[in-house]
């Protein structure tokens, strides 16, 4: 499909198009997190851009960081300190781990990129006052978006950035729901890199562009025929396409996501009508939680055995980068939810690179052929709605 | 080996006292369902003193880590933590803390069972992982009480969220305890802690006499107290007597390390399951470690505490804590420390257990050699897992900074 391939493109090479965008006069602010508010960047006519922390495990982060920290952080540092992101005029860090947390020291104190922000949302996402603060501390990133780039962002542009959000994000929904109907209609390596170089590419374009790749969707593509068991991927960002390859290769595709770079990103719909930044904040309050925030001690396993029913996944694998203190604390609890609910799950710890092709191979390979008998049950109306079984 | 008599003159007699206090404290929480108390556990740095306001007995699961460590049951236990499926890189404490809540060994047969769950994330992320954990094992009420991160400042916003909460937390405790909360003993309870944390830090400060009467590994066993019985006259009572032994220590010239001729500080938690290893391996290098920055984060953010207003005054108490404030926040406590105590070298500790303590360590030391000049040294460990500790490991990298020290020559000031 031709429309898929500026996506591959971007995806590819993520840092070389937002040059691009700078050089055409737009000033670029990256981030790491999910929770960065977006919607208030680029009402402010500044373009958002996600970080993948891809700079690889280079000796320079051995300078700020020990070697029990995530690749993730580590990669962000030192793709920083080696140049790789020269294209940035700020950056804003989201409070969400610990190590973000310092990674953010670190940064302020030792990097230059122009704007810098910490927006230190709440931890809990319960309760009156949480719900207040996120509001307050998103006006406040706002005043400072608008001190510092001397501007003003307008209630006018925040709606027209609500709008075009909510249908970037309701694309990108459907396209999963689609491939989770037919597995065939794209490749896991396909889908990854819609939702990566969406999260990179202008947003207009990108509005326009995932809607006429929806309508080619929506058509189905004859001839493709997706087989293998369907599992369900969940952990923090993933950035190796190449995990999707070796899933398919060992019997197995991915149905759906509970990823940082995935559905935890673009879950959700912002109210259109009130205050613009009470309703961005609403969002993410609301939206499918992230482990490194709190909404109830069981929120996550019950999305997670929801989400598994829902998209009749027949095994989950969690695909953690190593050091991650978050995901690895959930872990064991999810695990348990899933083998309650009937749902083999396999645990994948990575680091900057993925482990040799082969090893990985054999031990998907023999997590899917531990699933039993294949039902054959694609997705029916029947398991749509095993949701309260 | 007899000990001499320099050596018993050495021990502290307070030592005795606070082990009575500790199995006192712990009786009394383990009997709990006995005299119709409720227990709250809680995070070592969370707001206690509406708890004791409530005779709600609040037990601390990193003071039991610690003790964990201390008796060298850290390995096992979080061993068994790895079984149930905990990544070997999370916190030794959680890790340790959940194998125990799940089999009642441990230390003390472990904890009491708790009534409710009050964590306060102004330490870090992972106490809320692992009280979401304790929460769905006792089925118990949890309240998290979030203390947004201060990189730079405390903006308002996070002042007035934060103020807010303190309603709330006692809105849950008045549900879960099913009485009034009595604003009048509150007062009373945050009077005695502003005390207790008053007299912890001059005990902390005897040490800046050379030569030093105590070293940080006796603060890090004193600490104990101000951690778990924070509020109630045990303390002030305790760490009155203890300031009176550092008083006493000082004028008869007893010094902690034999012949002190240099000074260091600690950074970070204790390697807990090596406390006298690294104290003597210090001491033979005629090295006294005499503060720490752990320690000192109990009574770090006094200076917010409005003793008329206490329960407003918490808010900024609670949230401004040395493990809550930024990489360069941090580094000036360091300068100071390092001005008062008169030390010619830092000891990091880097904790695999810690992220939040630990990242940015190398940014501080940097910090330090810059401003301060004097030699830093980093020892990596897991506070409470003894498993992948290596002595011989550490003994060369102590020696080889020691000899740094050596040539430079201890401080002026120093008395030979
Ligand atoms: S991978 Fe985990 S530890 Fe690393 S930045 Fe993400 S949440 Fe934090
Ligand atoms: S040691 Fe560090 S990570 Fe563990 S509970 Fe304490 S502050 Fe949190």
């Known amino acids: ?389 | 080996m007899p000990q001499t008599d320099a050596e018993k003159k050495r021990k502290f007699r307070s030592a005795k006292r606070m082990r009575e206090i500790m199995t006192e404290y712990y009786i009394e929480a383990k009997t709990a369902d006995q005299t119709g108390k409720k227990v709250a556990w809680i995070t070592s740095g969370g707001p206690v003193e509406p708890l004791i306001a409530m005779d709600v007995i609040p037990v601390y699961p990193e003071n039991y880590g610690a003790m964990i460590g201390a008796s060298h049951m850290g390995g096992d236990l979080c061993a068994k933590a790895e079984a149930l499926g905990y990544s070997t890189d999370l916190c030794s404490y959680a890790r340790a803390d959940i194998a125990c809540a799940l089999e009642d060994g441990g230390p003390i047969g472990g904890l009491p069972k708790p009534d409710m769950l009050v964590c306060c994330n102004n330490i870090c992320g992972t106490v809320m992982k692992w009280y979401e954990i304790q929460a769905r094992l006792f089925d118990v009420p949890l309240f998290i009480f979030d203390t947004p991160f201060c990189h730079v400042d405390f903006a308002e916003e996070a002042r007035r969220y934060v103020r807010t909460q303190i309603d709330e937390y006692i809105g849950f405790l008045e549900g879960v305890c099913k009485k009034k909360f009595d604003f009048d003993r509150s007062m009373e309870v945050g009077r005695l802690s502003l005390k207790g944390q008053r007299l912890w830090q001059d005990v902390l400060d005897a040490a800046a006499h050379r030569p030093s009467p105590m070293t940080a590994f006796d603060a890090f066993f004193f600490l104990a107290l101000i951690v778990t019985l924070r509020g109630t006259d045990k303390v002030v009572d305790f760490y009155t007597e203890l300031l009176e032994e550092m008083k006493e220590r000082v004028n008869q010239g007893i010094s902690a390390v034999e012949n002190e001729r240099y000074r260091l500080l600690w950074d970070n938690l204790p390697v807990w399951y090596r406390l006298k290893w690294l104290s003597d391996t210090f001491a033979a290098h005629e090295a006294c470690l005499v503060a720490d920055t752990y320690t000192t984060a109990w009574c770090g953010s006094m200076k917010y505490i409005d003793e008329n207003n206490f329960i407003d005054s918490m808010a900024e108490a609670y949230t401004r804590i040395y493990l809550n404030i930024g990489v360069d926040e941090m580094a000036k406590t360091i300068f100071a420390m390092i001005d008062k105590y008169e030390v010619d070298g830092l000891v990091m500790h880097s904790n695999r257990s810690c992220k939040p303590y630990s990242f940015g360590q190398y940014d501080i030391m940097r910090m330090v050699q810059e401003k301060k000049g004097i030699p830093c040294m980093m020892l990596e460990s897991h506070m409470v897992d003894e498993r992948s500790f290596s002595e011989s490991q550490a003994a060369t990298r102590i020696d080889a900074f020691m000899e740094v020290i050596r040539q430079r020559g201890p401080r002026a000031g120093t008395a030979l």
């Open chain 1, 1 to 389: 499909m031709d429309k898929l391939n500026e996506f591959i493109e971007v995806a590819g090479e993520p840092g070389a198009y937002a040059r691009r965008i700078r050089a055409s006069g737009r000033s670029v602010i990256g981030y790491y997190c999910s929770y960065a508010p977006e919607e208030i960047i680029h009402a402010a006519g500044l373009h958002p851009v996600r970080l993948f922390g891809t700079g690889g495990d280079s000796g320079i982060a051995d300078r700020h960081l020990q070697a029990y920290c995530c690749s993730l952080v580590r990669g962000a540092l030192a793709e920083s300190l080696t140049g790789g992101l020269d294209y940035l005029d700020g950056t804003v860090f989201p409070h969400t781990c610990d190590s973000i947390q310092r990674l953010s020291d670190i940064w302020r104190l030792n990097t230059g990129h122009g704007f810098f922000a910490d927006v230190v949302l709440p931890v809990k996402l319960t309760g009156e006052s949480a719900r207040q603060y996120l509001i307050d501390v998103l006006q406040r990133f706002k005043r400072d978006l608008e001190s510092y780039f001397g501007l003003t962002v307008t209630e006018e542009s925040l709606r027209s950035s609500i709008r075009i959000y909510n249908t970037i994000r309701s694309c990108l929904n459907e396209i999963y729901e689609l491939k989770s109907r037919n597995p065939g209609l794209l490749t896991g390596r396909e889908l990854f890199s819609i939702v990566r170089a969406s999260m990179v590419m202008d947003r207009e374009g990108l509005r326009d562009k995932l809607q006429a790749l929806l309508r080619e969707l929506r058509e189905g593509v004859p001839g493709r025929d997706g087989r293998g068991r369907r599992l369900m991927l969940v952990g923090n960002a993933c950035n190796h396409p190449d995990v999707y390859d070796l899933i398919e290769r060992s019997g197995g595709q991915v149905v759906w996501d509970d990823l940082c770079t995935g559905t935890r990103w673009f879950s959700g719909a912002i109210r259109e009508e009130g205050d613009p930044v009470a309703s961005i904040a609403e969002r993410l309050f609301e939206r499918q939680v992230c482990p490194s925030k709190h909404k109830s001690p069981t929120a996550r396993g019950e999305h997670l055995v929801a989400q598994a029913r829902e998209h009749g996944a027949e095994g989950v694998i969690f695909l953690y980068l190593k050091f991650c203190d978050p995901h690895s604390f959930d872990y064991p609890y999810l695990k348990g939810y899933l083998k309650d609910a009937g749902i083999p799950s396999m645990l994948l710890e990575i680091e900057d690179t993925l482990p040799p092709e082969g090893q990985i191979l054999t031990r998907i390979e023999t997590f899917t052929q531990m699933l039993g008998p294949e039902t054959g049950a694609a997705l029916t109306g029947a398991s749509r709605t095993g949701r309260e079984g």
